[in-house]
């Protein structure tokens, strides 16, 4: 498990959403939960989120006051990108947005005819993915700017398995990729990966950014974000309550 620092926000009907309020303070203008996070949860009227720990490098440890939940942070990362994608979203100065990085000295990308094709189809969708590429002619494009996020990674990399993931689905269905699906896969591979450790602010701002997403409770693909274990069944389980 991982600890660290902390955000606040509070519960609003309907939806995941962020406040600006923090939780309260104690004696000294210190907050006495110094090492949590507050998030409103109202899938399943959850209530407020705090956030606990990471597990395994994998899943964000966090509790409300009925339930333990865990949360999947590469799928969370994942939703977050792909509606930020979706909308444009790549302006935005956060954390774990697409902002991009233009480049100092703007690198050459060299593809193959089918990843050329396919790369040229979806250059809009690159660029919501926070990557400004240009034809330079034949199979070569120039990478002006990159995801800030990947400025300090291996991000021609990242981009060669976006583009390769696009072009074999397009080889496959023999059909040029839709732009969502172009979107999907991108923000798929940008998102933090399991085995990745995050501290309490990073996981705080992921659950943040997560709060103001249209659907905070399933990934692109349809896959649950979030497992809770209601603390009444915990109870249950070590025979604290009866049965009903």
């Known amino acids: 498990f991982r600890r660290g620092a902390t955000e606040g926000t509070t519960e609003s009907r309907g939806t995941l959403v962020p406040t600006d309020s923090a939780p309260p303070k104690g004696a000294g203008g210190e907050n006495p939960n110094a090492d949590t996070a507050y998030i409103g949860f109202d899938g399943h009227r959850i209530g407020r ?21 865990l949360i999947d942070q590469h799928i969370a990362h994942e939703r977050v990108l792909y509606e930020q994608m979706m909308n444009g979203a790549e302006g935005r100065a956060h954390l774990w947005g697409v902002v991009s990085q233009h480049l100092a000295l703007p690198q050459t990308l060299e593809l193959s005819p089918g990843d050329a094709r396919v790369t040229r189809e979806r250059l809009s969708a690159l660029g919501k993915a926070g990557f400004l590429l240009e034809p330079f002619g034949g199979e070569t494009f120039v990478v002006r700017a990159v995801p800030a996020t990947l400025a300090h990674k291996d991000y021609l990399g990242t981009l060669r398995e976006i583009i390769d993931d696009m072009a074999s689905v ?22 933090v990966k399991k085995g990745d450790p995050l501290t309490m602010d990073e996981m705080t701002r992921l659950l943040s ?12 693909h349809g896959r649950p974000i979030l497992l809770a274990l209601p603390h009444r069944e915990m109870d249950r389980k070590f025979h604290r309550i009866g049965p009903h």
């Open 49 to 69: 989120l705090r956030v606990l720990a990471q597990s395994r490098n994998t899943y964000i440890v966090a509790e409300t006051d009925d339930a333990l939940l």
């Open 170 to 191: 397009s080889s496959q269905r023999r059909l040029l990729v839709p732009h969502e699906s172009a979107v999907i896969m991108a923000s798929c591979k940008m998102a």
């Open 209 to 220: 950014d997560l709060a103001k997403m249209r659907n905070p409770f399933t990934c692109p």
